[in-house]
């Protein structure tokens, strides 16, 4: 069994959780685990658990964004962009972003970005500076999507924490030089706020706000 877990995202602005990033885990002797393939589940499969998953958290009245990861598999599937769209019609007015986490051709991202919008779907990079959303391979996508993502703890997991404060400064130079939307992730106490406040960061997710829960789907 597969279900969506979710984790809160969070307007400093106004401390108020403005969305949640739906994170796919698959149910195991008892336990939830993380998928060993995401692509194990059909994104029209995930498509249903997103929809029951906005209709628990009740977004179409609290107008909160789901944010929803895609690889480049499932991204180059002909049917993800069809099945994106037709859960966006579904759960009108719910807000829907979409989070690639590898770095497609530039066309892809066109073709994308493209259809998206006209569905008022977001766009966004995710774990930029990390894996193969480095700025050499990302940087003439930017144009066509509406936010980024930095996850410190890609950093501190790979044992290089102490390049956070250098790359976050990059990043956020970034986000404004292209107007883009800017989330923090790996936020996990005061100190990470305070980093995120000094470059004028105010969207932030992270175990400081609540780790990923499931979501009561009946």
């Known amino acids: 069994m597969?279900?969506?877990?979710?984790?809160?995202?969070?307007?400093?602005?106004?401390?108020?959780?403005?969305?949640?990033?739906?994170?796919?885990?698959?149910?195991?002797?008892?336990?939830?685990?993380?998928?060993?393939?995401?692509?194990?589940?059909?994104?029209?499969?995930?498509?249903?658990?997103?929809?029951?998953?906005?209709?628990?958290?009740?977004?179409?009245?609290?107008?909160?964004?789901?944010?929803?990861?895609?690889?480049?598999?499932?991204?180059?599937?002909?049917?993800?962009?069809?099945?994106?769209?037709?859960?966006?019609?579904?759960?009108n007015p719910a807000a829907l972003t979409i989070e690639l986490t590898e770095a497609p051709t530039l066309e892809e991202i066109q073709q994308f970005s493209l259809a998206l919008h006209q569905y008022n779907i977001g766009l966004v990079l995710d774990d930029v500076g990390t894996g193969s959303n480095t700025f050499p391979n990302i940087q003439y996508l930017l144009p066509f999507v509406d936010e980024i993502k930095f996850a410190m703890q890609n950093f501190r997991m790979a044992g290089v924490a102490t390049k956070i404060p250098e790359c976050l400064a990059f990043w956020a130079k970034i986000a404004h030089q292209f107007r883009l939307s800017f989330i923090l992730e790996g936020v996990e106490d005061a100190k990470d706020q305070a980093l995120a406040k000094h470059f004028g960061i105010t969207l932030h997710q992270g175990y400081l706000y609540g780790k990923p829960s499931l979501v009561p789907c009946n």
Do not use: C, M
């Not at 959780?17 to 685990?33: A, C, I, M, P």
């Open 2 to 91: 597969y279900r969506f877990f979710v984790q809160p995202q969070v307007n400093q602005d106004d401390q108020q959780v403005f969305g949640y990033e739906v994170l796919l885990r698959k149910q195991q002797n008892e336990t939830w685990v993380l998928p060993q393939k995401f692509t194990d589940i059909s994104v029209a499969d995930q498509a249903k658990l997103l929809e029951q998953t906005a209709t628990a958290l009740n977004t179409a009245v609290t107008k909160q964004v789901l944010a929803f990861n895609l690889n480049n598999q499932q991204l180059r599937d002909p049917l993800t962009l069809g099945t994106i769209i037709a859960l966006k019609k579904r759960i």
